[in-house]
Nanobody, 128 residues
Framework: QLQLVESGGGLVQPVQSLRLSCVAS????????IGWFRQAPGKEREGVSC????????NYADSVKGRFTIYRDNAKNTVYLQMNSLKSDDTAIYYC?????????????????????WGQGTQVTVSS
């Protein structure tokens, strides 16, 4: 049973912060790169951030650089997305996704088609 469960979303004011969590169930997270993606109403899904299996490689969308940080705690089977200085444009459903098992340990990419397992999403709303 391969499952990813997101949590931590909610309603916040601009410039406030949230931390999203992605917890793996039924598999060991160490074997997978993890990505965070988001989809706003009327827009296509976009990559936000990703982290390699080793944690040594991270990537961020230009729109969140300097504000968001991705990190993982393999002992807890969890990947986090710390979101600071939130803006109204960050409003979206946020999804975490896991790569195919066996991806090289130093790779992660912000392209949803390369991920095999997806959570159901958590809503982030930033009011203006």
């Amino acid at each position: 049973q391969l499952q990813l469960v997101e949590s931590g979303g909610g309603l916040v004011q601009p410039v406030q912060s949230l931390r999203l969590s992605c917890v793996a169930s039924g598999f060991v997270l160490d074997y997978y790169a993890i990505g965070w993606f988001r989809q706003a109403p009327g827009k296509e899904r976009e990559g936000v951030s990703c982290i390699s299996r080793s944690g040594g490689t991270t990537n961020y969308a230009d729109s969140v650089k300097g504000r968001f940080t991705i990190y993982r705690d393999n002992a807890k089977n969890t990947v986090y997305l710390q979101m600071n200085s939130l803006k109204s444009d960050d409003t979206a459903i946020y999804y975490c996704a896991a790569s195919p098992r066996g991806l090289p340990s130093s790779i992660c990419v912000l392209r949803g088609s390369l991920y095999s397992y997806w959570g159901q999403g958590t809503q982030v709303t930033v009011s203006s």
